[in-house]
């Protein structure tokens, strides 16, 4: 399998940084894992310990720069363990799931530390209560992201229809993966339907060419619009405001402009989920 493939699972909605910077550095993370026999959910849980590393340096604004650079690393080493999944033949639900998680930890290390430096430097302890609202809206736009690109990877490139659970997967996995399509699908209105529409049309379970082309043609600009939530937007946010020393505004963008952006984009999705289905 080329690079290009393991790299990128679907380069059309891939940002620049992730095509230029972080997969290709990802991958030779990966190569030096495969080498010295490194599974891929033990690089996911180092990745995690280096986000909560990253995330603890916040808490002293005048090593930001310090934690923002350890936050990009993190970010290289969580493309690093999808592509040796990949470059291995190890890909599993399990691992999408320790994925995530390895990305809430990383944020809740990162909300943490912002929080607890601003009481440190004399903010009341309502800086917890942003915090706490902050970390539930991220959640929220962690999880839209994630399914967006995951549903239109798995049928517009790969042809799948929406997984679900298997009787293969050990109870405790199968309640934790449960509750996290849960909290995606409470969020994702009328895409559900469409995802039923697809399924009930799929030929020997898998989204038929046509149901692809339609839906690459309908949803590809609003996955690039989610991209917008993703973890390199706040990681970004993070690096401008260390450098200015002005991480106390963190919590008002995640709660202002993402949330707007979160609204935005839900809007469009229902709409064009409508003219899809009443298409269909």
């Keep these: ?9 679907s380069a059309e909605i891939e940002e620049l940084s992730d095509i230029y910077f972080f997969r290709p550095l990802g991958w ?7 080498t010295v026999s490194v599974s891929p959910a033990a690089l996911t849980v180092i990745g995690g310990l280096v986000g909560i590393a ?33 470059l291995t033949g190890r890909v599993s639900e399990m691992g999408r799931v320790l994925d995530g998680l390895s990305g809430y930890v990383t944020h809740a290390a990162i909300f943490l530390a912002i929080a607890a430096g601003l009481f440190h430097r004399g903010w009341s302890a309502s800086v917890f209560i942003w915090m706490l609202l902050a970390a539930v809206a991220t959640a929220i736009h962690a999880g839209m992201y994630d399914y967006h690109r995951s549903i239109y990877t798995g049928i517009v490139n790969e042809g799948r229809i929406p997984v679900q659970l298997t009787a293969k997967m050990p109870v405790p996995l199968r309640a934790l993966f449960a509750l996290y399509l849960v909290i995606q699908r409470w969020v994702v209105g ?28 309908y949803f590809y600009p609003l996955v690039r619009g989610w991209n917008f939530l993703g973890d390199n937007t706040r990681f970004y946010v993070v690096g401008v405001l260390a450098f200015f020393h002005r991480l106390d505004l963190f919590f008002a963008f995640i709660l202002v402009v993402m949330n707007v952006a979160l609204l935005v984009l839900w809007f469009w999705q229902r709409s064009v989920d409508r003219r899809f289905l009443t298409r269909s």
Excluded: C, N, P, W
């Design 190 to 217: 009328l895409h559900a339907d469409v995802e039923r529409t697809l399924a009930t049309r799929a030929i020997d379970g898998r989204v038929a060419d046509e149901d692809r082309a339609s839906y690459r043609e």
């Design 54 to 86: 990253g995330g603890a340096f916040l808490y002293d604004e005048r090593r930001g720069l310090i934690g923002f650079a350890i936050l990009i690393l993190h970010s290289i080493i969580d493309s690093a363990d999808g592509q040796l999944a990949r």
């Design 1 to 9: 399998m080329a690079y290009r493939d393991l790299a990128l699972k």
């Design 28 to 34: 030779l993370v990966a190569q030096a894992a495969k």
